[in-house]
């Protein structure tokens, strides 16, 4: 049975709290084939892209999203082309569920004048005006207020377009967070707060790290309603975005959608990640993985065979190289471009 508390907002009206349950919710063979190649796509450029930076190619900062997939894939479902997406700095994985190219990103991660901050932003500082994708934020938490404050914006706008905003378990720990809780439930904002819960934030378990570690109950004080999802299943991912989708275009004001999801790789690229085992790493992978998860059911379904799906995969490395090769032919941005773009 889920676990669902209930709260009553000043307007009387009560909001739940749930631990979503276990479902088998309807999709398209279409949509189940999308679901597969853009998390393939996902999966790929990111080993790619680990890849290249032990080749030294990428510079700074590179936090992999590899082993997450299926909640941003799930989530950008069921959206539209108006609404906004705003991250943190693991953010690569979102920048191509959004649509945004992935030579463009590819040639942002090697610092090159191709990349869609022209190669000054790097890994964590991409921004897609045409995918309404606002960032990428390296600073923790940063996002948050961000986002909420583009809901802000398309409430006053008078527009039915949402916001999802997709922040880390550690951001929950963020006082702006709250803060913002605070704002988009009295505004009535249009915005879904992701909290992308892989359990060690940095380096340091959720369960060390929080005293409330069920974090869709952390808007409740708010009244902003929240619900725990398998991030590791993107049909269940992609059925509990729905609903709060919905909620938030309904006029009812903020949703959080806590996602149980797990990274497979280290925090960043210099992170050996030693505060957990391997043998929790590989039992996880191997149990849970939301590519193969997905692949199973595909094949189950009859929608792809196996050699149909080989394919797939061919045709997935086959972006991802000359994405690479994109990147290394761009040129590095000229010396003046130290001085454009600038705020003063």
Known sequence: MARQTTKTSSAGSKKPATKSRKSTPKFSNDEIKKFY????????????????????????????????????????????????????????????????????????????????????????????????????????????????????????????????????????????????????????????YVIENNEYAMGTSVKRSSAQTELYRRGESFNVPGEQVDGMDV???????????????????????????????????SDPAKYRSKEEVNKKRAEHDPIELCRQRLLKDKIYSEDELKEIDREVKAIVADAVEFAQNSPEPAPEELYTDVVA
């Open 235 to 269: 049909f269940a991912v992609a059925e509990a975005g729905r609903k709060a989708i919905k909620w938030v275009r309904d006029g009812k004001g903020p949703y959080i959608l806590e996602m149980k999801t797990y990274r497979y790789r280290g925090h960043s690229m």
């Open 37 to 192: 190649r853009d998390m393939l796509l996902i999966r790929r450029f990111e080993e790619k892209a680990g890849q290249i930076y032990g080749m030294g190619l990428i510079g700074g900062f590179c936090h992999l999203y590899i082993g997450q997939e299926a909640v941003v894939v799930g989530m950008q479902s069921t959206i539209t082309e108006n609404d906004a997406v705003i991250t943190s700095y693991r953010d690569h994985g979102h920048m191509l569920a959004c649509g945004m190219d992935p030579k463009g990103v590819m040639a942002e991660l090697t610092g090159r004048e191709g990349g869609y901050s022209k190669g000054k932003g790097g890994s964590m500082h991409m921004f897609s005006k045409e995918a309404n994708f606002y960032g990428g934020h390296g600073i923790v938490g940063a996002c948050v207020p961000l986002g909420t404050g583009l809901a802000f914006s398309q409430k006053y706008q008078g527009t039915k377009d949402a916001t999802l905003c997709y922040m880390g378990d550690g951001t929950a720990n963020q006082g702006q967070v709250y803060e913002s809780f605070n704002m988009a439930e009295l505004w009535g904002l249009p915005v879904v």
